[in-house]
Each structure stands twice: as C-alpha cells, then as structure tokens.
C-alpha cells in the first residue's frame, strides 16, 4: 500500500515565504496548509490531520512560542521552528519547549527537506514502537537492557553516569536535547545550570567512543544549545 503524501502545516505571516515552501515542498510530494497566525493555525490543527508543523516564531497576533506551547499542550505533532530570531538563548528556548528541530532564515531548500524528512522519520518511529531498547549506528552499540556499549565489537568500560547519558541520549538519537535537559535528567534539577560539568563528562565519552574528539561521529555539538546522538 503507497503511503497517503504527508501534510505540513506552514504558520507563517509573510507570503513570499509561504509561496516559496508550497513551491518547494510540494514538489518533493508534500501537501501543504497554511496559516498566517497562531488562532489560524489552532483551527487548521484542530480540523485536519496535519503530520508537522513549520512554524515561524513573529507572528502577528501572538508570540510563536506561545505558538509552540499550546501545540505541545495539545499534541505531540512534530514542530520544525523557522525563524529570524538566531541567538542561542532563543533556540535553547524553542527546544526547551518541545521544538523537534530549528532553522535560522535564510536557510537552503535541500537542508530543510532534509530536516523534515528527519523529523518525520523520528515521528513515525515513535508512534509505531515503544522507545528503543537499543542504539546501533555505524560501528557503536548500545544495549539498554544489558547495560553495556560496545565499539567495533569490543566492549567500552563506562561509568554509571555515562551510561546514563549516553542512553538519554541514544532513546532520542537524532534529536537534540538541550544542556539543562541533560543535566536535569541525569543529575537532577539541582545541577540543572551546571554545563561545564556536562561537558566534562561528554569530553569523556568522546574519548571512549570517538576516532578523532575534535571530528565526533557519533556525539555531536549543538553550540550553545545541547547534543544529539547522530541517528544517520
């Protein structure tokens, strides 16, 4: 059976923008709907099956993170943010409140295409399995049930912390998790604003598990934002 194409909710006030995504997207099998404000885009979600949402964050008649809230209060629909807005604090902002990826404008056509494919790849996973059991990309493993990682099929000692860091990171492989959402998890939300200590035990990883640490494969940087476990 041929899959029905997948429909991408476009929130977006400035046409140009729109015409340019319903050009580009459609002909790469996309089906597009759109909204130019958030009480819009609420109305399109709330009568149509939509697959994921681009949302742009300068919206006309709310914030775009007042936007995002109310998606994630409402579904788990995946939401790819496009946005002028660079700074990093806003990106730790968007992730933080549940945003599956971010693009800064101007961005190039293949990336983004290839960031929605990602997201809905990641999507469709999660709603057709139970969070993985085990990570296997290229040459490393991890085995959540028996708690070991292995490289090259040789087994890599690694402390209870790093265990736990890496499978965080491994249940959401691909996706990026902000630094005080590791820290939160792994350490507790006493410890939430110590990043220098994250990166300490991601250098130690990187150690363990990469070929070259400056060049990480597998545990890669979001600068100023977190880290993802690569998925591809």
Not at 32 to 43: H, Q, S
Not at 101 to 120: M, N, W
Request: charged share 30%; aromatic share 6%.
């Amino acid at each position: 059976m041929i899959d029905a194409p997948k429909r991408i909710l476009v929130v977006e006030d400035e046409e140009p923008i729109r015409r340019f995504l319903r050009t580009s997207l459609t002909s790469r099998g996309y089906q597009l709907e759109e909204a130019c404000g958030g009480r819009e885009a609420y109305d399109r979600l709330a009568s149509q099956q939509i697959n994921l949402v681009i949302l742009d964050l300068g919206l006309p008649d709310c914030d775009g993170m007042q936007v995002l809230a109310q998606l994630r209060s409402r579904a788990a629909t995946p939401v790819v943010v496009l946005s002028a807005r660079g700074r990093e604090s806003e990106k730790v902002a968007a992730f933080e409140a549940g945003a599956d990826d971010y693009l800064t404008k101007p961005f190039g056509v293949q990336e983004l295409a290839a960031r929605l494919h990602a997201v809905l790849r990641r999507s469709a996973q999660s709603d057709m399995a139970p969070p993985p059991l085990r990570y296997a990309r290229g040459e490393l493993v991890v085995d959540m049930v028996a708690r070991r990682v292995l490289l090259r099929d040789q087994e890599v000692h690694v402390t209870p912390i790093e265990f736990k860091l890496l499978s965080l990171l491994a249940k959401h492989a691909g996706k990026v998790l902000t630094h005080r959402q590791l820290l939160q998890e792994v350490w507790g939300a006493e410890h939430a604003d110590e990043v220098n200590y994250l990166r300490v035990f991601m250098a130690g990883l990187r150690r363990k598990l990469e070929v070259n640490s400056a060049q990480p494969r597998y545990l890669l940087t979001e600068q100023g934002i977190g880290y993802r476990l690569a998925d591809e």
